[in-house]
């Protein structure tokens, strides 16, 4: 199955960038650059003109901005990082430190985005057995109209309604929640390694090993497709490591280079061309 469509992602430095999944031989276009040193670590679309990105510098808040891609006006929307839109209620999702300086995930609308709802604390970052540090915290993955998805401060998967407020943990701590297959109505999880993907579900508990994933990262999700974009890391002779983009296709079970030598940290689809 050919993807189509355009793909917006980071590398996790300071640009957005585009790849076009028409062309056949296909480049990545810089379409964004934060100026100096700053990180970009994730991207979340209104629709397929409007963006909201997060770009942390070392200042005590990171920022989250908006960008319309047909103008490529920025506009600077409030303080926080990791943003969500959330489609039909118009609500964005992001953590931000509050009063206390702890970390916490909060929802605003994007009528009023400094009037804040506090949804609940961040997670505590996870250390390995190898003593590696991962980030406890994720996006918010959105399940259903009124529900999304994310790990509260136990790192246990929660479901929260936006319609009535309620907050279900389910008790589930081995899932980094990544994106919602609405195809077969699972989430998509890495565990705490990112090395062994698999597909749950919520109300079996159920899991899917997707072992044409493993080791993979910077997934994004076509719904119209079935298929997900995500990035490689390999080794480079005589030494080094070489990052590569792909696809994979969940009906036929197969894996396709989109580019080489590129890294995806996040990103979105889009079926607009842009610029």
Not at 98 to 111: E, K, P, Q, T, V
Not at 128 to 143: E, T
Not at 248 to 254: A, D, G, R, T
């Amino acid at each position: 199955m050919n993807v189509e469509g355009q793909v917006i992602y980071t590398g996790g430095g300071n640009t957005i960038e585009v790849i076009s999944l028409w062309e056949k031989e296909r480049n990545s276009l810089v379409i964004y650059e934060e100026p100096g040193i700053a990180a970009i670590y994730h991207i979340t679309k209104i629709n397929d003109s409007v963006l909201f990105f997060d770009t942390c510098s070392g200042n005590p808040h990171c920022m989250i901005h908006q960008l319309n891609l047909s103008t490529k006006e920025v506009l600077v929307t409030r303080t926080g990082f990791l943003p969500q839109y959330i489609s039909g209620h118009d609500q964005l999702f992001f953590y931000d430190q509050s009063a206390d300086h702890g970390n916490w995930l909060f929802m605003a609308s994007l009528a009023d985005v400094n009037s804040i709802t506090k949804i609940a604390k961040a997670p505590k970052n996870k250390t390995l057995p190898n003593g590696i540090q991962l980030l406890g915290m994720m996006p918010v993955v959105q399940i259903s109209t009124d529900e999304v998805v994310f790990l509260n401060e136990d790192g246990q998967l929660t479901i929260y309604n936006i319609v009535n407020a309620k907050r279900s943990s389910l008790g589930i701590d081995d899932c980094r929640p990544i994106f919602w297959r609405q195809t077969t109505q699972q989430l998509f999880c890495t565990n705490w390694r990112a090395k062994e993907p698999f597909l749950l579900d919520l109300k079996t508990r159920k899991k899917e090993e997707v072992s044409g994933l493993n080791n993979a990262y910077g997934f994004v999700y076509i719904a119209r497709f079935d298929s997900v974009i995500f990035g490689k890391t390999r080794s480079r002779l005589p030494f080094g490591e070489s990052y590569d983009i792909f696809s994979y296709s969940f009906p036929e079970n197969k894996e396709s280079i989109v580019m080489k030598y590129s890294h995806i940290a996040a990103g979105l689809w889009i079926d607009t061309r842009h610029p």
